[in-house]
Antibody, heavy 115, light 112 residues
Framework: EVQLVESGGGLVQPGGSLRLSCAAS????????MYWVRQVPGKGLEWVSR????????AYADSVKGRFSSSRDNAKNTLYLQMNSLRAEDSAVYYC????????WGQGTLVTVSS | DIVMTQTPLSSPVTLGQPASISCRSS???????????LSWLQQRPGQPPRLLIY???NRFSGVPDRFSGSGAGTDFTLKISRVEAEDVGVYYC?????????FGHGTNVEIK
């Protein structure tokens, strides 16, 4: 069974940092480009980042560029999102996903940026 | 950036009746590899998104055949032939042809 399990969310003050993790199982993780997508509760979906199979190529939404960094450890089947200089508008549920023909989505982890 | 415009925003439907959602992209979604990376997602209340349709018209594994996708270029449609109670939720179109990925604003399907 395919599983993506996000962790690392929580409450953080503006300007703070968090590192999200996404543990993958049930598929050959190293073969898939992986994505982070976020969603403010009750609102729509917003793409955050993408990372190539070997981690050599990344891309970011303009809203997080320069503050967020995606990486992966294929030996540990784990995807990461390092989030720095957090703002209130970064508050959302963060999903890891391989959303195209594979249809893999995690359950999400909630990040709240507030003083 | 590609903008995805979905209509309607809300779709009250009688059980057993059809429903249709339209999605229009601001640019053609035909990729240089010849594929069109347009997907449809369903999000039930309190759940993560779930893939229904990929590459315009391919039904994902386990998706009931009452769901179908069609379209080409910039205009796409998701149809539910006979709405069931379990179909309640928000439906999103998503393009993966170009970075940044983009999503429609969502269509809320509810039972009348």
């Amino acid at each position: 069974e395919v599983q993506l399990v996000e962790s690392g969310g929580g409450l953080v003050q503006p300007g703070g940092s968090l590192r999200l993790s996404c543990a993958a199982s049930g598929f050959t993780f190293r073969d898939y480009w992986m994505y982070w997508v976020r969603q403010v509760p009750g609102k729509g979906l917003e793409w955050v980042s993408r990372i190539k199979t070997d981690g050599s190529v990344t891309a970011y939404a303009d809203s997080v560029k320069g503050r967020f960094s995606s990486s992966r450890d294929n030996a540990k089947n784990t995807l990461y999102l390092q989030m720095n200089s957090l703002r209130a508008e970064d508050s959302a549920v963060y999903y890891c996903a391989s959303p195209f023909s594979s249809g893999f989505w995690g359950q999400g982890t909630l990040v709240t940026v507030s003083s | 950036d590609i903008v995805m415009t979905q209509t309607p925003l809300s779709s009250p439907v009688t059980l057993g009746q059809p429903a249709s959602i339209s999605c229009r992209s601001s640019q053609s979604l035909v990729h240089s590899d010849g594929n069109t990376y347009l997907s449809w997602l369903q999000q039930r209340p309190g759940q993560p998104p779930r893939l229904l349709i990929y590459k315009v018209s391919n039904r994902f594994s386990g998706v009931p055949d009452r769901f179908s996708g069609s379209g080409a270029g910039t205009d796409f449609t998701l149809k539910i032939s006979r709405v069931e109670a379990e179909d309640v939720g928000v439906y999103y179109c998503m393009q993966g042809t170009q970075i940044p990925l983009s999503f429609g604003h969502g269509t809320n399907v509810e039972i009348k």
